[in-house]
Every structure is written in C-alpha cells, then in structure tokens.
C-alpha cells in the first residue's frame, strides 16, 4: 500500500475518532485493537523475518481488535488502556525508543496506567481516548502525506532537529485533541 494511501486512510481515522468517537467506539475500538495489536505483535518481533513480523503481527491484531469488538462492555477501561499506549508510543517515539522489547513493556506499562485510570473515569475517558488517538493518527498521517513539514515521521527516530518536530507532534496532536474533545462534548449534553 502506498504511503499516500496509508496517509489518508489514518487521517480520515483519525478524524472520525477525534470528532465522532463516543458514537462510534465499539467499531474504534476494533480498529484501535487491531492496530495496538499489530504494533505489539511486530514489537515482539523485531529482528526476525519480516514474514514473520508481518504474520505475528496481523495475528495480535486481528485477536485484540476482534476482542475489543466482542467485549465492548469493558470499553470504558479498554480506551483508557488505547489512550495510556497511544501517550506510550509518543513519548517512546520522542526519547527514540521504537522497536523492540522495551518498546512492547512501554506499550504494556501505558496501557495497564490507562485502563485504571479508564475503569474510574468511565464516560468521560471515551470521548478524552478517542480525541487523542484520533489526533495522533491525523498527525502521522499528515507527517506521512507532507514530508516536508516540521512534524515528526512515525516509527522514526529523533536526531538533534528531531526534538523541535517531535515537540511540534505533541502540540498538534494536543490543539486537535482539544478541538475533537470539546466538539464530543458539546454533543454528549445535547444526548
């Protein structure tokens, strides 16, 4: 699949996660599972065949998504969990770290932080998640489509002048996350 492709599919996620997540998080949540899952599986990997990587991979991927899509009752804690990897990944990203155990023991530690800071939050972390990971995707999927802009890449690792892009994702992913928030929000009072 071209980068292009790849490029819009996770900015128009990313959209509807930010701006429409809380209606539709059990479908999100299936798609998040997947990518967590094959995020993981290819973590676990690294090193190996890239048959290999790519076949773990789709397999954590399809059994978390399909997991998360069964037991959508546990969603409150399972976004909070999607939310503590997708803070995970991004601080992992920017400290340079983005392969390899300690890349799946991050993913771990986030996600565990996530769901009980999920489980007591309940609603409100749904429409919080779905903000930011949906900010994260259309961040990537912009560094992704315009590789000129002063945006971190994903999956890349941070030189000298990485700081100042990596610094630039979080504070676009936060102004984002706000927007989509606020427009969740505003919505869940008029339900």
Not at 30 to 37: E, I, P, R, S
Not at 132 to 145: K, M, T
């Amino acid at each position: 699949m071209s980068v292009t492709i790849t490029a819009a599919i996770a900015i128009v996620i990313g959209i509807v996660s930010s701006f429409f997540g809380q209606r539709i998080y059990r479908i999100i949540l299936a798609v998040y599972g997947f990518f967590v899952g094959f995020a993981f599986g290819t973590a676990l990997m690294a090193g190996q065949s890239d048959l290999a990587v790519l076949v773990v991979g789709v397999i954590a991927g399809v059994a978390l998504g399909a997991l998360l899509y069964y037991l959508y009752g546990l969603a409150f804690a399972l976004f909070g969990a999607a939310l503590g990897v997708a803070v995970a990944v991004s601080l992992a990203t920017l400290i340079g770290v983005t392969e390899g155990t300690l890349l799946a023991v991050i993913f771990l530690i986030g996600g565990v932080i996530g769901a009980v800071i999920g489980y007591i939050a309940r609603a409100i972390i749904i429409v919080i998640a779905t903000a930011i990971v949906g900010a994260v995707q259309i961040v990537n999927g912009i560094a992704l489509l315009i590789p000129d802009l002063p945006l971190a890449q994903p999956g890349v690792e941070p030189d000298e002048a990485g700081i100042l892009s990596g610094i630039i994702n979080v504070i676009a992913i936060a102004v984002i996350a706000g927007i989509g928030a606020a427009y969740q929000f505003r919505n869940l009072r008029r339900e």
